[in-house]
């Protein structure tokens, strides 16, 4: 039943984007262009910071693109090794290397992401993260790559009793500080309990401290369900439909390259072969 509910989600999200028309992403290379999904501020990142270096020759001249994640499954996520993986953690490793650059992965709290990324601690967020308008208006942004849905996660055995909207309003949800999950819960007006990471959302509910967790359909569909760590645990409804997104520092022309390397890769079939190595494929967004 879990794969059928996923598809569903991530087909309609699908269809809703493709009218819309965004961008995608790569396991591989590419360069620059391309227009931005953000609709903030369009003073580039070299003038708010007093310099006329731009910020792609501000990663070159380091030569190390900084990746802000958060641990993730299928996006980023460590293997047995201790390296990251994932759709997001591959797709970032090859656009750095087609900048001529290494990769290095911080893991943030996902709260602060802003203040990292203007702190210059960070180069940029990717990590599944949904282009909402406080994101679109903050950061410059890339093209939308993937579809998504925020969705409801409670202990299996009492899923028939969550199967819509009005059934959740007595529950405590769990949901990652800043996220989208978060956006949901208080749009709806659910009691929820804000933790660092949605990992932590799901350990809430797996040990009862809370009834439910709002999450990614993305990462449920990884991490939930029979023959995962959580089992026990199951999503039922979708709360909306979104899109993800890569987000560098205000008017940063590393956003257009991006874009550029996002549809090239798409166009080579490099996108399409990455997403099918973590089983997220039904989810691109065409570029």
Not at 26 to 53: L, Q, R, Y
Not at 120 to 146: F, H, P, Q, R
């Amino acid at each position: 039943m879990k794969k059928k509910i996923i598809s569903m989600l991530l087909c309609g999200c699908l269809a809703a984007a493709m009218l819309a028309g965004c961008g995608s992403g790569s396991s591989d290379d590419n360069s620059s262009n391309g227009s931005s999904a953000s609709g903030g501020s369009t003073e580039s990142a070299a003038e708010a910071s007093g310099s006329d270096e731009s910020d792609k020759d501000y990663v070159v001249d380091k030569g190390t693109l900084v990746v802000g994640i958060t641990d993730f499954e299928p996006m980023d996520y460590m293997d047995e090794n201790g390296n990251w993986i994932g759709f997001d953690a591959d797709m970032a490793a090859a656009f750095a290397e087609s900048l001529g650059v290494d990769v290095e992965f911080v893991e943030i709290d996902w709260d602060n992401k802003l203040l990292e990324l203007n702190g210059k601690t960070i180069d940029c967020v990717w990590n599944g993260m949904t282009l909402t308008d406080e994101v679109t208006s903050s950061m410059e942004c890339s093209n939308a790559y993937m579809n998504n849905a925020q969705v409801v996660i409670v202990p299996a055995d009492v899923a028939d009793d969550y199967q819509d909207e009005d059934s959740l309003s007595d529950l405590t949800f769990a949901v990652e500080a800043g996220s989208a999950g978060e956006e949901m819960a208080t749009e709806y007006g659910f009691s929820y309990t804000a933790v660092t990471a949605q990992a932590d959302a799901l350990m809430e509910v797996a040990a009862g401290t809370s009834d439910a967790a709002i999450i990614d359909s993305l990462m449920a569909a990884a991490m939930v369900g029979e023959g995962t760590g959580y089992s026990d645990l199951t999503y039922t409804i979708g709360l909306n439909s979104e899109e993800y997104g890569v987000g560098f520092r205000q008017g940063s022309d590393l956003a257009a390259e991006l874009n550029q390397f996002l549809s090239d890769s798409y166009s080579d079939g490099s996108m399409e072969e990455c997403a099918e190595k973590y089983g997220v494929q039904a989810a691109l967004i065409e570029q």
